[in-house]
């Protein structure tokens, strides 16, 4: 099982900038799907970018394009979402997710809060 541990959330005002890194343990071969999904307390919890191995392939969330940015080292197994010009929606508790294996793997979360 893939264990996921996010890091880098908190407190930024409106036009600020987050990193987001996530650290997966547990992948046992190269093909995986690693992704950023977030969760809006009421509402349900919305894919916003992935990024594939093999391949770097990527897609993103109209709401967050040119914004948000998904990187990865292999090294170390880790991805990174640098979050650009926040705005208050997207204010958000920000989830990893782990596709590996046809199983799926979720992080604890972390909380993203924008003030305006």
């Known amino acids: 099982q893939v264990q996921l541990v996010e890091s880098g959330g908190g407190l930024v005002q409106a036009g600020g900038s987050l990193r987001l890194s996530c650290t997966a343990s547990?992948?046992?071969?190269?093909?995986?799907?690693l992704s950023w999904y977030r969760q809006i307390p009421g509402k349900e919890r919305e894919l916003i970018v992935y990024?594939?191995?093999?391949?770097?392939?990527?897609s993103y969330a109209d709401s967050v394009k040119g914004r948000f940015t998904i990187s990865r080292d292999n090294g170390n197994d880790t991805i990174y979402l640098q979050m650009n010009n926040l705005r208050p929606e997207d204010t958000a508790v920000y989830y990893c997710?782990?596709?590996?294996?046809?199983?799926?793997?979720w992080g604890q979360g972390t909380q993203v809060t924008v003030s305006s």
């Open positions: 997710q782990a596709i590996h294996q046809l199983l799926f793997s």
């Open positions: 547990g992948l046992t071969s190269g093909t995986y799907v």
């Open positions: 990024i594939t191995s093999p391949g770097n392939n990527t």
